[in-house]
């Protein structure tokens, strides 16, 4: 199957740039200080009734009406309620299935956020802060949830499979220069010295065994349809000869495309630059990467610095479907696709360049 899908971003896994009224009254940047800073009773009422409202039956009618086939949904390491103050959401993925099997979907299971955060991004659950690999407690927790995760949902028709972690930063990205350094810090400041302590990229040995490790745990109690998605830590050539076919079953890897990202890396905000670098660079490397794993790009989106730059209302659209075509031409090569994201709650004048249900008239 051709994955044709979307990610319910900022439903389970908070992101205050998608939802920004959850964070209202509050400094918070992130989804660990949000959830301190508000008294308890005020942040169950806005969760709930953000976890409600933002995702119901009316949207995966509307996506399997679109021709969608597999939504990924990033979810929290305290899904099942076990970790205050955090209030658990495992409910509403029971719900994701059930409607996915209701309206023909199948459902990625992404663990988005861990304790101590894989990458010091916001969607990591705390800004700045990198500690979740050297905290073997918490590594363990992680296994045992993603075993839970594959016993519960495991031999649903709705499930397409399960990602044992998004996007981890590791020294295989930013050398070996210390965290303090690290770009990371620039977009997401840490809230305080004392928080960032004993912060540091994972090491990509780590990240190799614990793919092994959460293989081991999940796949033995999911049928044999389903599928082991991990993330390329934005590193996709290193994942040669990786989790072989001979002896891994089913394993898909997974990368991101942003055209912010290949433009804070020198790309010229021009349609004819974005076409060479996604021909040029992105068609080799995903065709050579193919011929080891099925490869997905789990995350995409029509955002591109020219399209901002473009005053005219009609010139920024043509800009996005140029963009939309250039992108989707390359995810034809490979094993599918997710855009990022299904629905942004923004008035951003650049916002719908995130969300698919606004985007979905500039894509083919």
Not at 111 to 130: A, E, R, T
Not at 146 to 152: D, G
Not at 252 to 261: A, K
Not at 275 to 302: C, H, N, Q
């Amino acid at each position: 199957m051709q994955i044709k899908g979307v990610n319910f971003g900022g439903w389970l896994v908070l992101e205050k740039w998608i939802a920004p009224e959850l964070f209202a009254g509050t400094e918070a940047e992130d989804e660990y200080h949000l959830a301190r800073v508000l008294p308890e009773e005020e942040y169950r009422e806005r969760m709930e009734k953000h976890r409600k409202s933002f995702i119901r039956e009316e949207d995966f009618r509307f996506l399997s009406e679109q021709g969608i086939n597999t939504i990924r949904i990033p979810i929290p390491f305290y899904i099942f309620g076990d970790r205050a103050p955090y209030l658990g959401c495992i409910e509403y993925l029971d719900f994701a299935l059930d409607m996915a099997e209701k309206y023909g979907l199948k459902i990625l299971i992404d663990l988005h956020m861990v304790p101590g955060s894989q990458n010091g991004f916001d969607n990591g659950g705390i800004c700045g802060v990198c500690k979740w690999s050297g905290m073997p407690e918490e590594v363990d927790f992680c296994l045992r949830l993603l075993e839970k995760l594959a016993l519960r949902y495991g031999h649903r028709d709705g499930l397409w499979g399960i990602q044992p972690l998004n996007e981890p930063i590791t020294d295989a990205l930013t050398g070996d220069i210390p965290w303090e350094q690290v770009w990371i810090r620039n977009i997401y400041p840490p809230k305080s010295a004392e928080e960032e302590a004993g912060s540091a990229p994972i090491k990509m040995e780590f990240l190799r065994k614990f793919y092994e490790d959460a293989y081991t745990r999940v796949m033995p109690h999911m049928d044999e349809d389903k599928f082991f998605m991990i993330h390329d830590a934005f590193r996709t050539a290193m994942w040669k000869d990786f989790m072989p076919r001979e002896q891994y079953r089913n394993v898909v890897l997974d990368t991101h495309f942003y055209f912010g990202s290949v433009e804070a890396g020198g790309c010229p905000k021009a349609l004819e630059a974005y076409k060479a670098i996604v021909e040029g660079r992105f068609y080799p490397i995903l065709d050579e990467m193919s011929g080891y794993f099925p490869a997905v790009t789990g995350e995409w989106s029509l955002d591109s610095g020219y399209a901002k730059d473009l005053p005219d209302r009609q010139d920024k659209e043509n800009a996005y479907r140029a963009v939309a075509e250039i992108q989707q031409k390359a995810w034809e090569r490979i094993a599918g696709s997710f855009f990022w994201t299904y629905r942004i709650l923004s008035d951003s004048p650049d916002a719908d360049a995130w969300s698919f249900e606004k985007a979905i008239k500039w894509m083919k």
